[in-house]
């Protein structure tokens, strides 16, 4: 199940399910977002990425909805492995005097049980 | 990490004592950014940097302070105005083009 409060949200899956990790985003123009993993005490890791005029990415095991009119992500992982126990964060990318700034949601940490 | 070198690994800060966290990249990167992480939250943004000798404020710039001397070197200072130093500080670099953040494997700073 998941969980939300003064800790990171928690997602805990059974090896072998689908996971679905989801996400707000704040900036109704920001065009570009991307999925990150980090694993603990190691810098976060592109996952998967996705344009605004996209619905919907996919790559390996890993797939990136976009709902724009909500303003909402969600990254499905097929067949969870315990590999993938993880913080995911999603991230928009801002664009602020001609530069991007990339903008992180506060992430949510998946938890793969064997 | 590749390509990302973030030193030390971890940082023991005194009261009132300013300490120098290190990035250097060799991804030929024009951007950097410096990101602070606390325990159940997301990346805050402190500072970041487009090309040499330019940077500016992220959201949380306050008791920091950067230099850009050189295209693969970008110092974060953390300073004895910054009363609530321990974190782990990310580093970043992205290639201009390409949006995707390449990232450092970090420093914990931790206050004795």
């Known amino acids: 199940g998941e969980s939300v409060g003064l800790h990171l949200p928690t997602l805990s899956v059974q090896e072998g399910d689908n996971s679905i990790i989801n996400c707000a985003y704040s900036?109704?123009?920001?065009?570009?977002f991307i999925w990150y993993k980090q694993e603990s005490g190691k810098g976060p890791q592109f996952i998967i990425d996705i344009r605004s005029n996209m619905d919907k990415r996919q790559g390996q095991r890993v797939t990136v909805l976009l709902n724009k009119t909500v303003k909402h992500l969600s990254l499905q992982i097929a067949a969870t492995q315990p590999g993938d126990s993880a913080v995911y964060f999603c991230?928009?990318?801002?664009?602020?005097?001609?530069?991007?700034?990339?903008?992180f949601g506060r992430g949510t940490s998946l938890i793969v049980h064997p | 990490d590749g390509g990302i070198t973030q030193s030390p690994k971890y940082l023991f800060r005194k009261e009132g004592q300013n300490v120098t966290l290190s990035c250097e990249q060799n991804l030929n990167h024009d951007a950097m950014y410096w990101y602070r992480q606390d325990p159940g939250q997301g990346l805050r943004l402190i500072y970041y940097s487009q090309i040499v000798n330019d940077f500016q404020k992220g959201d949380i710039a306050e008791g920091y302070s950067v230099s850009r001397e050189k295209k693969e070197s970008f110092p974060l200072t953390v300073t004895s105005a910054q009363k609530n130093p321990t974190a782990f500080y990310l580093c970043a670099t992205m290639q201009r083009g390409f949006e995707k953040l390449f990232f450092g494997s970090g420093t914990q700073l931790s206050v004795l």
């Open positions: 991230a928009e990318n801002i664009i602020a005097g001609g530069s991007y700034i990339p903008t």
């Open positions: 900036n109704s123009a920001s065009d570009y």
